[in-house]
């Protein structure tokens, strides 16, 4: 099981902010922005390079958890930044598909 699926069980807590039959979304523990979030397929997919387009469907409820969540923390009218690390040279550090919501102040472009 991976980390993220231990806290899709409960297994290991986690601040949910909110899920779907699919997907789960819960703040980050080191959040690199006023709010930080990650959303994550409960089933595991380890990063994007792996994904399917049988996974079409679970991919775009994970960007709609994304923008539904955001909206419900506040960050709708200011904007935010959506994150999808891939690999070592993408900053990856857990092998499980998810999706970084970064927001409540501005970000730089381009990214470190
Ligand atoms: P990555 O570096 O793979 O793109 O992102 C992994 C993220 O998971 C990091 O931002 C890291 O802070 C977060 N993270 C790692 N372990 C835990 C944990 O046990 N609980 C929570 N809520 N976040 C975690």
């Known amino acids: 099981m991976t980390l993220f699926e231990k806290i899709a069980s409960r297994e290991i807590p986690a601040e949910i902010l909110g899920e779907g039959a ?12 006023p709010v930080h979030f990650l ?4 089933h595991c997919i380890p990063r994007i390079n792996e994904a399917e387009t049988s996974d079409n469907n679970l991919l775009g409820n994970l ?10 923390e506040g960050l709708a ?3 935010y ?14 092998p499980h598909l998810h999706l970084h ?7 730089n472009w381009p990214p470190g």
Do not use: C, H
């Open 22 to 33: 699919d997907w789960i979304a819960f703040r980050d523990i080191a959040p690199q922005a």
């Open 81 to 94: 930044r959506i994150v999808v690390n891939n690999g070592p040279n993408g900053g990856e550090t857990v």
């Open 77 to 79: 009218e200011d904007g």
């Open 101 to 107: 919501v970064l927001g409540g102040r501005p970000m």
């Open 39 to 42: 959303v994550v397929p409960k």
């Open 63 to 72: 960007l709609i958890a994304a923008a539904s969540t955001a909206r419900q």
